[in-house]
């Protein structure tokens, strides 16, 4: 069963004679392919207090040292060159888990004076949220991702091998309380219990006008222990879904850039209605839309999620350059930026980062 109803191509086709090392000197953020970066991710920490199986190992993972970590005046200084000089519209901060980051109040307050304003979002794993979803609010904050894989407790502790699920759950109603709407709520499906655990996920989050996002696992956890064959797929969740009563139909409204295919939800033994997105970024890559770029928390620039080779725009201020001289870097890492992540290749290497080095 296919789940991509917009005929969107995976991969790209390169701009007719766009030589491969000179980038735009103006104008939008635009790669080799003609694709127009508006949506950063800003990383602010690698640390995290879960240790969720599809991206951090049980013990023994590393963390960057403070000296590592962009300060907060870098992180600022960067914004406002994504924003003012480069195009971007959108703004999210991610980890690690951003929560454990105690300047990001203060970069969420400088973030939304920046003109024009960007949409401000985050993705948290929602265990610190309901003591700080107000004030995130109250600082600018638009919207949140909550990262939730199961609302059962077994099948939670085992994922993140924490038993922190009420804290999740008490921070996605703050959210909600807090005016950070709409909620989402993300799930990386396990692959032995994921069946099991999305349909009650999906009845909590019709019933607290929740947007459900199921993510297909990507191999980017930090033992490389990935494999394909044993993910749960889109069209998997789909049909576990129909043979539980919901009745899905795709939504008509164009998908843009959008990682997720969003379907109208109907849970026929309740009445509840919403909507699910299904992020399949291994089953139906929709790399030709890719919207995105990602700074991580120690000031590297990734131009692909998936990507092997970093631009270090840390070092460039920490070196005195000028702001046309970050503005230049990024244009040009961005103008390289790969046709596709290449996880469907023979010879596709898994990044050397995990997802909570990275940021989502």
Known sequence: MTITTLGVPSVPH???????????????????????ATDL????????NLRCTYCMPAVG???????????????????????????????????????????????VAFTATLQPRPEITLTTNGVLLAERAASLARAGLNRVNVSLDSVDETSFAAISRR??????????????????RPVKVNAVLDPRTGLDDVV????????????LRIIEQMPLDAGHQWRRADAVTAGDVLAQLRRHGFALEPDPVARGASPAELWRITDTATGSTGMVGLIASVSHPFCSTCNRVR???????????FANEETDLRGLLRGDANDAAVEAAWRTAMWGKPAGHGINDPDFVQPRRPMSAIGG
């Open 14 to 36: 390169r701009i007719d004679g766009a030589p491969s090392s000179h980038a735009p000197a103006t104008g939008p953020l635009v790669d080799s392919y003609g694709r127009i």
């Open 41 to 48: 991710r800003v990383s602010l920490t690698d640390r995290c």
């Open 61 to 107: 993972l590393p963390w960057l040292g403070a000296e590592q970590l962009l300060r907060t005046d870098e992180i600022v200084r960067l914004l406002g060159i994504a924003v003012t000089r480069l195009g971007i519209t959108k703004v999210r901060f991610t980890g690690g888990e951003p929560l454990l980051a105690k300047h990001l109040e203060d970069v």
């Open 163 to 180: 038993h922190r699920l009420a804290d999740v759950l008490s921070g996605l109603e703050a959210a909600d309380r807090a005016g950070l």
């Open 200 to 211: 009650p996920l999906m009845r909590y989050c019709l019933r607290h006008d929740f947007q």
């Open 295 to 305: 700074l991580t928390a120690d000031g590297q620039l990734r131009s692909c999620l």
